[in-house]
């Protein structure tokens, strides 16, 4: 077999400004596969967050917008309601998603709203310097929870995907990561899954993806790999959270 | 054919919106404009355009930010502490230079205030509510009639100046019932092509919408753009009107509902002998600064009337530059100036000039 390493046609052929171990440069790629799969690069239309991943529009090469930090899903469900037949979806952190716009997250999915939302959580604000995010781990420090992240001071864990599941506009929710090939695999068969849903007019979907921060977490990049499989995953357990039939 | 209605104001403003193809509307419930979020939600289902009641009006104002990048002409509305809360999302409108109308029924403020009819929100409108150097466009209606003629325009504005467009109106605008009267076959005005907006890269790169600027000077260069816009509509597209101002003593300014009041006061004063005129900006932004200092010619008195406790005699000030010629009157947190008011503080004013120097009047 001769198979040549090439990047998706949705991919533009530049350097990113991620730091080496990052995962959004993985993630951005298993998207751009998906949708040259799809055959959808000029049906796309991403909204991308504030945070590490908002110069995404520098790496798809398909129409990509801002949105105001955490207004990610506003913004989508205008644009998806307006023109209903394009593959709409998001691309959030832990920070937009779970603690600015938890609102929004929220509400949209309740409404049902058929776009697709690919949350990338690794535990830190990366952008702003490693501070806690609502998916910090207990007992991890970050700059902002300097004496670790106590349950009785900052409170737990944010399972946002627990919490989606019990909406009924929600259809589609699965949690993956990226520490092993097979996991990468995995990821990149929930997104598609996820946008095939919306494409099929299903309704909301969401892939959660726990994703390494070497930056912020202070560790090599094949030791924060390692963390996510032997700390994080006990936390944000892997696997199909929500699949609604028809 | 021209139809004649029995219409409030706010209601009045949502036909003109609808009339003008808005087809997206997001907005979520605050009194005095209820009346309006409640007509949209019917009147959208009707002509097949999108409501949605959002869960915040920072959902409100982003959904009018997905929907403008979409290329459809958007509203939001809401009064005063919602519109507070819009800001953000406004900022972002403008650094992204997206069309879209923002609709704020006064009310009486700061914090939650009390839902009389109110003008204490016209620094946020015309100096930039949201951060960073930006404009809004903002129009100031009158009448039941303005409410939908002003709406109705501000669309076009927005989509020929790729901006967002504010209709500053008040309590009494929003609620109050008077006759409306418009043709039934009116079409949207000023359709223009949108090339920018985000739809699927069809046949080219793949685009962007973005207020992000990190590399170089592009910020600054994003601002000289911007400015260089606002020039542009600073020069065309003022708006101003006058009653009975031409040779007037002194000339009452006023916007919004305390025009109307204000034009009855010319007339009571004049029965006096008194010759009083009155100005209004219709355009808060850009404001009719020469506009207004060719009006109020030398030794000119000026009576700046608003429901708040003085905010548009600041631009006055700065247009006319005499400030021993301005005065002003103004009542706060839902008071309405009343007629009796205005005529008793210009009798006043005639009084004192009339005695003394620096103000002659003829």
Redesign the interface.
Known sequence: MNKKFTKPKSMKDVTTHYCSGCGHGIIHRLICEVIDELDVRENTVAIAPVGCAVLAYDYWDFDTMEAAHGRTPAVATAVKRVLPDRLVFTYQGDGDLAAIGTAEIIHAGNRGENFSVIFVNNGVYGMTGGQMAPTTLLGQTTATSQFTRRAEKEGFPLKILEMMAILPGVVYLERTSLYSIKEILQTKKAIKKAFQSQLDKKGFSMVEVISPCPTYWGLSPVKAMERIEKEVVKEYPLGVVKELAG | MKKRYLSTGNEACGEGAIRAGCR?Y?GYPITPQNELIAYMSRRMEEVNG?F?Q???E???I??????A????R?MTSSSSPGISLKQ??IS?LAA?ELPAVIVNVMRGGPGLGNIAPSQSDYFQAVKGGGHGDYRLIVLAPATIQEMFDFTYESFALADKYRIPVMILADGMLGQMMEPLEFDEDIQPSGIVEKPWV??????R????????FLKGDSLEQHNEALQEKYRNITNNEKRSETYKAAGADIIIVSYGTIYRIACSCVDKLRQNGIKAGAFRPITLWPFPSEEIKSTAKKNTQILVVEMSAGQMVEDVRLAIQDDERIKFLGRMGGGIPSEEEIVKEVNRLVGECRRGDPCVLS
């Open positions: 997206f997001a999108i949605i959002s869960e915040s920072l959902s409100a982003n959904m009018v930010f997905g929907a990048a979409a290329g459809v958007a953000e999302g972002y992204c985000m739809t699927g890269a069809k046949a790169p793949g685009g962007s919408i973005k207020s992000l």
